[in-house]
């Protein structure tokens, strides 16, 4: 997991807040992801950027927004918060392709 | 619809016997594969990949194989050991910078 630091680690929200997960990475990669993880349901991707200045919608996009401020920084915002979004959320980076590697993961739950 | 497939939740196997993980996908496209190992509370990490053109690739204990003509994938890892007590992600993509997982298979080292 060296390398790409995601941020706050866990958090608590009520139903309709907003809030930016943040993650940054140091490998000079031009890739990175935002996955999240739920019981059953394995890894999902909700976007992906391939380089900085471009983002690409996922498997389950929906309710999400993502901003790829420069090459080191990939932020996942959630406008209005549901139940439903409660999750473990994994950023990742990839450089030579296709090996990809995963932050420590952000624990939201939304009440 | 899922392209990537891991139909068995769950493997126990005993200590120092062969496990065996399977992976099936829908997306001829796919033309690499990769296998990540997960603990809890840590994000996952890179095993082993397999391009398209091989179908067989090693690295120490585990080794991936490939059947295109099938859509099938299996992870063999030989010796089985304690520490091999994880959740496998298999994971797919079309060459291009969206990988996609499977809903993971936990694997259970029996002593």
């Known amino acids: 997991n060296a390398g790409v630091t995601q941020t706050p680690k866990f958090q608590v929200l009520k139903t309709g807040q907003s809030m930016t997960l943040q993650c940054a990475q140091d490998?000079?990669?031009?890739?990175m992801y935002w996955y999240r993880q739920d019981p059953g349901m394995g890894l999902r991707l909700i976007y992906y950027?391939?380089?900085?200045?471009?983002?690409d919608k996922g498997e389950v996009p929906n309710g999400y927004n993502v901003s790829r401020l420069n090459k080191r920084e990939f932020s996942l915002r959630l406008e209005s918060a549901a139940p439903s979004q409660t999750s473990v959320y994994f950023c990742?980076?990839?450089?030579?392709?296709?090996?990809?590697?995963f932050g420590e993961g952000s624990w939201l739950t939304v009440v | 619809d899922q392209q990537v497939k891991q139909n068995s939740p769950s493997l126990s196997v005993q200590e120092g016997r062969i496990s065996i993980l399977n992976c099936d996908y829908t997306?001829?496209?796919?033309?690499?594969f990769l296998w990540y190992k997960k603990y809890p509370a840590e994000g996952p990490t890179f095993l082993i990949s397999?391009?398209?053109?091989?179908d067989k690739n090693e690295d120490g204990r585990f080794t991936v194989f490939l059947n295109k003509s099938a859509k099938h994938l299996s992870l063999h890892i030989v010796p089985s050991q304690p520490g091999d007590s994880a959740v496998y992600f298999c994971?797919?993509?079309?060459?291009?910078?969206?990988?996609?997982f499977g809903k993971g298979t936990r694997l259970h080292i029996l002593p």
């Open positions: 997306n001829s496209m796919f033309d690499y």
């Open positions: 990742a980076t990839s450089g030579p392709f296709p090996t990809i590697y």
């Open positions: 397999i391009s398209s053109i091989k």
């Open positions: 994971a797919a993509s079309a060459g291009d910078d969206k990988i996609i």
């Open positions: 950027s391939a380089s900085e200045g471009t983002t």
């Open positions: 490998m000079n990669h031009n890739s």
